[in-house]
């Protein structure tokens, strides 16, 4: 397993509104964050405008900034941080150095580091499944780290025009999940792109008006694929 994470390690992805909403919920003003964080944790450096820079996502608390801030503000620290996307925000969230990832998917460390860099995964089937138990990842973050969410989106902005049965098999394959499952998430996307095509068009709005209708769906077709994955249980 990997190791504690570096102390020069760069910071987590940080949630600024979650910080503001939970000092103001205690009362407290940036003045009195500060103060805490230099008399409790000899963080002398960080000033009431340190704050507010880091509540408008102007700057980011390290990772020590971070636990400190989360012990003034009487909160967990999972609480502060935004929700990752990227594989490094994941490795991040989690306090792993680069190399002991690296280390413990069995991947040369420059690859690994190139497919943080780029967003471009390039494991094989044994890395991937490695790297999921690692950072914990769940299906939905597996497809969006290793980039297989493009793929993804393009099966399903099919499967919502087109047939959805013809592309269950495709998306089944590509996502690792039983078609059994897709089953209902993908008639229900169906059905509700068809009538959003349909409605727009019966309201004697232009067709350019139905396209952006639609794109604006198929934009956030993953998204949508997964929360109903995830209300379905």
Request: net charge neutral; charged share 20%.
């Amino acid at each position: 397993m990997p190791g504690p994470p570096s102390p020069h390690a760069p910071p987590p992805p940080f949630d600024a509104v979650a910080a503001r909403r939970i000092r103001e919920s205690l009362g407290m003003a940036p003045g009195h964050v500060a103060h805490g964080l230099s008399a409790s944790f000899g963080l002398t450096h960080i000033t009431p405008g340190t704050v507010t820079a880091w509540e408008r996502g102007l700057a980011s608390p390290s990772p020590g900034e971070l636990t400190a801030l989360a012990s003034v503000l009487w909160c967990d620290p999972t609480q502060l941080i935004g929700t990752p996307r990227a594989l490094r925000e994941h490795r991040l969230i989690r306090g792993y150095a680069v190399t002991d990832v690296a280390r413990a998917v069995g991947m040369d460390l420059g690859v690994y580091e190139e497919a943080e860099r780029t967003g471009v995964w390039t494991g094989d089937d044994r890395q991937t499944k490695a790297l999921a138990s690692v950072l914990g990842l769940s299906q939905r973050d597996r497809m969006t780290v290793t980039g297989d969410n493009g793929r993804l989106a393009e099966l399903l902005g099919e499967a919502v025009s087109t047939r959805w049965q013809a592309h269950a098999r495709a998306i089944a394959k590509l996502t690792g999940l039983d078609r059994r499952a897709l089953a209902e998430p993908l008639r229900t996307m169906h059905q509700e792109y068809q009538h959003l095509m349909t409605a727009t068009l019966s309201r004697a709005t232009t067709a350019a008006a139905s396209g952006e209708q639609g794109r604006a769906y198929l934009e956030r077709v993953t998204d949508r694929f997964w929360d109903l994955l995830e209300a379905q249980g």
